[in-house]
């Protein structure tokens, strides 16, 4: 079955201690990308991948990492979490051919930074 | 960078009534755009998308319509049910040049059928 899997799908951690959330699809999809979504703001892509080592920042990359050393996984690092990052995180994979693709999202990591 | 809104927030309708939904984008290079459905607690899930060379594509109950000159799309629903209560987003993408590919969502909007 084609999917976008994360983990973990729920997290309550405490300010500063450093946590990853992983993202991987079974799709051989070139495209990855990681958003934020939170109440009333829509989705905010943090940072997206177009392939194996290249990365770019979104629209909120400030206060997150990511790598992209194989072309399924597609971590989200939070080096030093505070609380404006509590939100509902979403990993998305697309195919890169012609550009016009739709992104498939994952199911969802809910964050809690105390 | 592409700018998208989308209105209304809230939207309530009565079953079987239709319902509209309106976003308008920035980026005169974005040419694709589709529209998501996120129930409560679950990912977005897309639910008709159209290119920039169509002006409107329709699937059973739910349509889109774009205008480029204006820069705006809307989402059609005929014959809502129940089972259509959920937040639905708009997107617009770049299909090339800085930024391409990356995806703009709208704020959404809670649409809430009233059996």
């Known amino acids: 079955e084609a999917q976008v899997t994360q983990n973990p799908r729920y997290l309550i951690t405490v300010t500063g201690k450093k946590l990853t959330v992983t993202c991987s699809q079974n799709m051989n999809h070139e495209y990855m990308s990681w958003y934020r979504q939170d109440p009333g703001l829509g989705l905010r892509q943090i940072y997206y991948?177009?392939?194996?080592?290249?990365?770019d920042k979104g629209d909120v990359p400030e206060g997150y990492k990511v790598s992209r050393k194989e072309k399924r996984n597609f971590p989200l690092i939070l080096e030093s979490p505070s609380p404006n990052q509590t939100s509902l995180y979403f990993c998305a994979s697309r195919s890169w051919d012609s550009g016009s693709q739709p992104q498939h999202f994952g199911d969802g990591t809910r964050l809690s930074i105390l | 960078g592409e700018n998208v809104e989308q209105h209304p927030s809230t939207l309530s309708v009565q079953e079987g009534d239709s319902a509209v939904i309106k976003c308008t984008y920035s980026d005169s290079a974005s040419n694709y755009f589709p529209w998501y459905k996120q129930e409560l607690g679950k990912r977005p899930q897309l639910i008709i998308d159209i290119r920039s060379n169509v002006g409107e594509k329709k699937d059973q109950r739910i349509a889109v319509t774009l205008n480029k000159t204006a820069k705006h799309f809307s989402l059609h629903i005929t014959e809502t049910q129940p089972e259509d209560s959920a937040v639905y987003f708009c997107?617009?993408?770049?299909?090339?040049?800085?930024?391409?590919?990356?995806?703009?969502f709208g704020k959404g909007t809670k649409l809430s059928v009233i059996p």
């Open positions: 991948s177009m392939n194996v080592e290249v990365t």
């Open positions: 997107a617009a993408q770049r299909g090339s040049g800085a930024g391409s590919y990356q995806l703009t």
